[in-house]
């Protein structure tokens, strides 16, 4: 942590900028740095529609891709590094239609940022088969409709290798179990990922690189307590205890959506939220 007066690094969004009803796009392959700032919109295989909620109160963001499959935009926030300090990504949003989706929300080493598209894509489903794409270090929420089980799971790996005690079956972290490839959030929340329904997802690594992945949603959270922790790696007991990631290594916070289907699908952005710590250095 740095010796400085503001050792603390904070990137906040509530997509108040663009307010104007008209809609900007973004080509395939390129960034918009204006509209979320200090965050950055890429778009990844198609051009994105970008607008403003105008019947939701607080700043709302619309993202809708042009229909093509495996297209899909990604918001990436500014790059951190867990050994300087706890860092801590925290992101609130809603998809029009989860069962045509693939969505990360979490912290990536390997990122194009011009071009995050399905090869940015840390992971994938395909029925049980879980791929590990090999973009780094990587902790966070995925949901693939691909899945044969539909749901939010926590997953950690390193350079590719998704470990043991994450994706076997038998794991079980607080009441969630592993289903076919990381802890599957829906053993507690005990309700289905409701199409146009609040998520909030929040993601923390320590500065051993000890993780925990928080999810809940406007259904799943009727009494209104807040994202349950789903997973925690690196920290206590049990087959999670020795998951860690590299914590020297940088990280980018990344809240990406991918559509499976090969029609358009839609993202709204309500905030996210970055905090980190600088490095000792004067």
């Known amino acids: ?23 900007v796009t973004i080509a395939d392959g390129a960034v918009n740095g204006a509209v979320a700032f200090p965050f950055v919109l890429s778009a990844g295989g198609g051009e994105m529609g970008v607008t ?40 609130r949003f809603k998809v029009d239609d989860f069962s045509l989706v693939n969505l990360f929300v979490g912290f990536i080493e390997t990122v194009d940022i011009d071009d995050f598209d399905t090869a940015g894509d840390p992971y994938a489903f395909s029925g ?15 949901y693939d409709a ?13 350079d590719g290798a998704t470990n043991a005690a994450v994706t076997a079956s038998t794991t079980t972290y607080n009441g969630h179990t592993a ?17 146009d329904a609040w998520q909030l997802v929040r993601v923390e690594v320590d500065p051993d690189g000890a993780a925990r992945v928080y999810v809940g949603n406007s259904s799943n959270d009727p009494q209104g307590v807040g994202p ?33 289907s090969g029609a358009a699908r839609t993202i709204q952005y309500d905030y996210a939220l970055v905090t980190a710590s600088r490095d000792w250095s004067v």
């Open 128 to 142: 049980t088969t879980l791929t590990d794409n090999d973009v780094g270090q990587v902790v966070g929420a995925h």
């Open 228 to 260: 349950i922790l789903i997973a925690e790696f690196g920290t206590g007991a049990g087959p999670l205890s020795n998951v860690k990631l590299t914590p020297t290594d940088v990280l980018h916070p990344v809240v990406w959506m991918e559509e499976r």
């Open 1 to 23: 942590m740095s010796q400085g007066s503001r050792s603390d690094i904070v990137a906040y969004t509530d997509f108040l900028v663009l307010m104007d009803p008209t809609e």
């Open 52 to 91: 403003s909620i105008l019947d939701e109160p607080g700043g709302v963001l619309q993202v809708e891709s042009t229909g093509g499959d495996n297209e899909g935009p990604a918001l990436v926030g500014p790059i951190v590094r867990p050994t300087d300090g706890p860092v801590a990504l925290e992101a």
């Open 146 to 158: 691909d899945a044969t089980v539909d749901d939010w799971r926590a997953l950690l790996s390193q």
């Open 179 to 195: 289903d076919n490839g990381g802890i599957v959030a829906g053993a507690n929340l005990t309700a289905t990922v409701n199409d």
